[in-house]
């Protein structure tokens, strides 16, 4: 179903040169992946890009091999930048500030998993909300493009994969994830190797962080919302950093009971970070989208300017309101149908 995009977008690839290869800030796995994966096909391509991303790879994938050094500005690129290649970025303000204001000068094609944001590559678009990563469609992409999943290129697809499935776990990994994954298996990825490089990397200070917000972690509205507080201070305390966080909420969501799961991060005194989980049909992109975040219905976020006590009241509030929304819909789609089998 895939195949015609992927064709579409080996074809925009070979279109472009002096490319911005991008994803969204402070990439996670699928960023990095992707921008791994995307880079590999230009150079195949024969076509000159740089990556960017800000602020630069997190430490736990510093392990990481790129095809090409990574930038996080773009006040020195190796030369002057045509066109930009977006990745797993559901809209231009996740790209950074910087990015987002040269974008308009650039020819730029798109590659996305996010709902929203479906427009912005001027010159093409490839958005598939129902594909479990972007690295997914990039490696689709290589394949129309007629180059075999292996090295680094397979490495790039297959960390986006483990990642936004969270380990072939999660709702999102379809027939279609297990048999691209089976191929880079075969091609030699080592799917342990990956997982022991990404997973065995904290410090103490990350353990006591998580042991402490463990702890801390609450059961509110009637037990149906996990919810915890990160605090600046927890991060100085522990000699810890933000990215230390990655995976914390995942377990907050483990709560027997609980439909929505919610960390909420202090990043200055009126600034909070919000990451949201569900499971299933329970829609928190729609809750995330109410205080101006996105994401995906699963797994969504955003950032608030608000204190942390405002921010928590305003996130449980976006909760209440959008479970009641869906009660008022399905009790009056409810009705419809008796209404229609009364008829
Ligand atoms: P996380 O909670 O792991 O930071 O993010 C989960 C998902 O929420 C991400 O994959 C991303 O799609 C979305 N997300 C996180 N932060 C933001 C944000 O600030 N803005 C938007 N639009 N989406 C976000
Ligand atoms: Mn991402
Ligand atoms: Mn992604």
């Known amino acids: 179903a895939y195949r015609a995009h992927a064709e579409r977008m080996a074809a925009a690839l070979t279109g472009l040169d002096r490319v911005v290869v991008a994803a969204h800030v402070h990439p996670?796995?699928?960023?990095?992946?992707?921008?791994?994966?995307?880079?590999?096909?230009?150079?195949?391509?024969?076509?000159?890009?740089m990556l960017y991303a800000r602020p630069g790879l997190p430490r736990y994938l510093d392990f990481f091999t790129l095809p090409a050094p990574l930038y996080s500005s773009l006040e020195r690129p190796p030369f002057a930048p045509r066109a930009a290649l977006l990745l797993d970025c559901g809209e231009p303000e996740r790209l950074g500030p910087e990015l987002a204001a040269a974008l308009p000068r650039l020819k730029s094609v798109n590659i996305d998993h996010h709902l929203?944001?479906?427009?912005?590559?001027?010159?093409?678009?490839?958005?598939?909300?129902?594909?479990?990563?972007?690295?997914?469609?990039?490696?689709?992409?290589?394949?129309?493009?007629?180059?075999?999943?292996?090295?680094?290129?397979?490495?790039?697809?297959?960390?986006?994969?483990?990642?936004?499935?969270?380990?072939?776990?999660?709702?999102?990994?379809?027939?279609?994830?297990?048999?691209?994954?089976?191929?880079?298996?075969?091609?030699?990825?080592?799917?342990?190797?990956?997982?022991e490089r990404m997973d065995n990397t904290w410090t103490l200070g990350h353990l006591h962080l998580w042991g402490e917000l463990m702890g801390r972690a609450q059961l509110l509205e009637n037990g149906s919302v996990a919810f915890c507080p990160v605090y600046l201070e927890d991060f100085r305390r522990h000699?810890?950093?933000?990215?230390?966080?990655?995976?914390?909420?995942?377990?907050?969501?483990?709560?027997?009971?609980?439909?929505?799961?919610?960390?909420?991060?202090?990043?200055?005194?009126?600034?909070?970070?919000?990451?949201?989980?569900?499971?299933?049909?329970?829609?928190?992109?729609?809750?995330?989208?109410?205080?101006?975040?996105?994401?995906?219905?699963?797994?969504?976020?955003?950032?608030?300017?608000?204190?942390?006590?405002?921010?928590?009241?305003?996130?449980?509030?976006?909760i209440r309101q959008e479970a009641q929304e869906r009660a008022v819909e399905e009790g009056s789609a409810a009705q419809g149908t008796e209404a229609g089998s009364a008829a």
């Open 28 to 49: 996670d796995g699928d960023a990095v992946g992707s921008l791994a994966a995307a880079g590999h096909i230009l150079r195949a391509l024969g076509r000159r890009f």
């Open 116 to 195: 929203g944001g479906s427009g912005m590559g001027s010159l093409d678009n490839w958005v598939e909300p129902e594909a479990a990563a972007t690295a997914q469609l990039v490696g689709y992409t290589a394949l129309a493009a007629g180059l075999p999943l292996t090295g680094g290129l397979a490495q790039g697809v297959l960390l986006g994969l483990v990642t936004d499935t969270g380990g072939f776990a999660h709702g999102n990994t379809s027939a279609a994830v297990l048999a691209l994954a089976a191929h880079l298996v075969a091609g030699g990825c080592d799917l342990a190797a990956l997982r």
């Open 239 to 318: 000699q810890a950093m933000k990215e230390d966080l990655e995976g914390f909420v995942e377990h907050l969501r483990r709560l027997r009971g609980t439909r929505a799961a919610v960390l909420l991060r202090e990043d200055a005194p009126e600034r909070c970070k919000f990451s949201l989980r569900s499971f299933g049909p329970v829609d928190v992109r729609a809750v995330a989208a109410r205080l101006g975040g996105g994401g995906h219905r699963n797994a969504a976020g955003g950032t608030v300017q608000l204190s942390m006590p405002a921010a928590q009241a305003a996130l449980l509030e976006a």
